[in-house]
């Protein structure tokens, strides 16, 4: 009688994607415990200065942590064969939260300098980001409505990348010190926006190769 034939074992592929991801996530956590808890804490101090723009921030805040929570989901492949159906809700709850997110951010920014507490250069930096947001997520929705998954993917790659300067601009300026200068935000984020650009099609550039 012939033994039985040895089952292959799982194990554990290593991706790139997972050690990017991970960083995200510990770069969200830091983002909104240092820079975020006063949205969840009455009695912060910075609540003194954010007061008079909370019925803006508070949703802003909002959506965008609901668009960096489902856009992982939106690059998991299991996910997308399996449970298309989820995949798809996700994608929907994604784009509502860009669409909510951008416009109000750059109001809010508008806002700030309306009553002289931002510069007008930092107004028009909040207007690029939002750009540069909506419109790839609006082409990365339309190829989907169409069935074109490889630009939709390409395309959803480039908008996540821009949504990150959020988190990355907050985290750079935090981890590093320079927060302590105002003067150091604005160089520092729009340093993220060029390079999440940059990071977009380098991703898709490795996505394609393999």
């Known amino acids: 009688m012939l033994a039985n034939p040895p089952v292959p ?27 975020e808890r006063f949205l969840i804490d009455p009695t912060h101090p910075n609540w003194t200065f954010w007061a008079p ?19 992982p989901f939106q690059f998991s492949d299991r996910l ?20 909510t997110l951008a416009p109000l951010g750059a109001y809010t920014q508008w806002l700030e300098e ?16 939002m750009i540069l947001l909506i ?3 609006l082409i990365a929705l339309r190829y989907a409505m169409q069935r074109k ?25 935090g981890v590093t010190g320079l927060e302590s200068n105002p003067a150091n935000a604005e160089p520092v984020i729009w340093s993220c926006l060029v390079f999440a650009v940059l990071a977009g099609d380098i991703a898709n550039q490795w996505q394609d190769a393999r």
């Open 9 to 35: 074992r799982a194990s554990f592929r290593f991706r790139p994607k997972y050690v990017v991801f991970s960083f995200i996530a510990v770069m969200t956590i830091y983002v909104l415990v240092h820079n």
């Open 53 to 71: 723009f909370k019925w803006w921030l508070l949703p802003h805040a909002l959506a965008g942590t609901t668009t960096i929570l489902m856009a």
């Open 80 to 99: 997308r064969k399996h449970y298309p159906k989820a995949h798809r809700v996700m994608g929907r709850i994604y784009v509502a939260g860009v669409l």
């Open 114 to 129: 309306v009553r002289g507490v931002a510069t007008r250069e930092f107004t028009v930096l909040a207007v690029v980001d």
């Open 135 to 137: 419109v790839p997520t």
């Open 149 to 173: 998954i490889t630009l939709h993917r390409q395309w959803m790659t480039r908008s996540f990348a821009v949504a990150l300067v959020f988190f990355e601009g907050r985290f750079i300026l």
